[in-house]
């Protein structure tokens, strides 16, 4: 009943953990208050039980004391009885004896009943007499007196006050456990919540800290209950991961083909370019060779991006040097850069420090960031390439300057296709930051921008062993 009760309170806005320990609570609660009012019940039942045998007692001895002769019944009150009733209980007792029907002793007004019971079995209830809560006795006795039968009507009673006064004492014990209980009660409900939700709480964790790009399965160990639950998130996750792998081939395929009609256009508007004698047809052929070269660019940075989403999956981490892969991409770059006069200057703290990763996506990433630092420097400047070690991280900064500054967020760099006011007669696309942004993150770094509000622009990359 209590439990089909509990499932029918709604607890909205609560979580789990706050539902559970709401209903244990409550379900504390009441525990505590059941055995509260069972054990008064049955320390009142035996204090009843204990002082009805009392007067069963006193009965028998009144019964014991009387005496016949030839005509008439005496009687020798028990008074040593009476004393030690007295003496335990330090309570009143009355009593009023009727010798077949008319009285003989005791408290005359002390009421009678209409019902008695006999020595086996006394008749026992509770009256208010003279201001005072009293238990009573009643027993009907047969008494022969020259063979003649005469009954004996003996009522005994004894106030409640020593019982009250235990009942109290007992009452206020019983809360003091009860307190306890409950406190005790509530830390352990607090401490079992915590231990049963932990595989949750676990589960959600893992999940927290997974990367935006991590699609492996969940491989967690969880109870039984949790499963369906387990088994439902790696059944998306799998989804998920065909649809993504489908797009991912989709485009890299598109891209593919693109390319391909793209170079032989551009052939073909080049040669017509050279053939050409006008200036106005010469103009729209090289608007035309400008377009096919972003269009392009575009595709390569698709293709990367589909390589890239591919190979964050399944990372092939190899043991390589970061230095001599620096100074591989500045050797491939260095042609450009010598176009615009553009010259590096390196620092590196060390000649060879080698790092576990992904050599294709680390150099990918490195690779567009030298390249966009060609584009947007001005003519005869220098990109400065830095790379030092410590505290376990690797670091690579690479400065150049800017022609104009950049009044736009840092947020904003990262979009993808997006692109400043300084982009304006620059090939690109907008997926360069944005895509070696994704890179550092799958490979547990970190990329910063330093610097971009003056006419300088700066940006670190950080990778944690």
Do not use: W
């Not at 001895?61 to 040593?80: A, G, H, Q, R, V």
């Not at 576990?356 to 690779?367: G, M, N, P, S, Y």
């Amino acid at each position: 009943m209590v439990i089909n009760l509990l499932q029918k309170i709604n607890f909205p806005n609560l979580s789990i953990k706050q539902r559970l320990v709401l209903q244990l609570v409550i379900v504390s609660i009441l525990i505590a208050f059941s055995l509260f009012f069972l054990i008064k019940n049955i320390t009142n039942q035996v204090m009843t039980t204990t002082q009805d045998r009392l007067l069963t007692a006193s009965l028998n001895s009144i019964i014991d004391k009387f005496y016949t002769s030839n005509k008439d019944i005496s009687l020798d009150l028990p008074y040593d009885t009476f004393s030690l009733l007295g003496a335990i209980s330090e309570d009143k007792l009355f009593y009023k004896i009727n010798y077949n029907d008319k009285f003989l002793t005791g408290y005359q007004k002390f009421p009678m009943v209409l019902k008695y019971g006999n020595l086996r079995k006394p008749i026992f209830y509770n009256l208010i007499f003279e201001n005072e809560k009293i238990r009573v006795a009643a027993i009907k006795h047969s008494i022969y007196v020259n063979g003649k039968k005469n009954l004996l009507f003996i009522k005994i009673g004894q106030t409640l006050n020593f019982q009250s006064s235990i009942s109290s004492q007992i009452t206020n014990n019983l809360l003091l456990i009860i307190l306890i209980f409950l406190v005790l009660s509530i830390i352990l409900v607090l401490l079992a919540t915590r231990i049963s939700l932990q595989p949750i709480t676990l589960l959600a964790n893992d999940l927290n800290k997974r990367k935006p790009n991590d699609l492996t399965l969940v491989k967690n160990n969880v109870p039984i209950e949790l499963a369906p639950l387990v088994l439902s998130l790696n059944s998306f996750v799998k989804k998920f991961r065909g649809v993504l792998r489908t797009t991912e081939t989709f485009v890299a395929e598109a891209a593919h083909h693109i390319r391909t009609p793209l170079s032989i256009v551009k052939s073909e508007s080049e040669i017509a370019f050279l053939k050409s004698k006008t200036k106005s047809n010469r103009e729209h052929l090289r608007n035309i060779i400008r377009s096919i070269d972003e269009t392009n660019r575009y595709t390569t940075q698709l293709l990367d991006n589909a390589m890239v989403l591919y190979r964050l999956e399944k990372l092939e981490k190899q043991n390589f040097s970061i230095t001599k892969s620096l100074v591989h991409l500045i050797n491939v770059f260095k042609p450009a850069a010598d176009l615009k006069d553009i010259n590096f200057s390196t620092t590196f703290n060390f000649k060879s420090k080698f790092i576990v990763t992904d050599k294709l996506l680390f150099e990918t990433a490195i690779r567009n960031l030298i390249d966009n630092s060609i584009k947007y420097a001005p003519i005869e400047t220098n990109i400065n390439l830095d790379y030092k070690f410590f505290n376990n991280v690797h670091e690579i900064k690479i400065k150049n300057q800017i022609n104009k500054k950049l009044n736009t967020s840092k947020s904003a760099l990262f979009k993808r296709f997006y692109r400043g006011q300084n982009s304006k007669n620059i090939i690109g696309s907008g997926l360069g930051l944005s895509l070696v942004n994704e890179i550092i993150l799958g490979l547990n770094g970190q990329f910063k921008i330093l610097k971009y509000k003056e006419k300088e622009f700066c940006i670190s990359v950080q990778f944690f062993c």
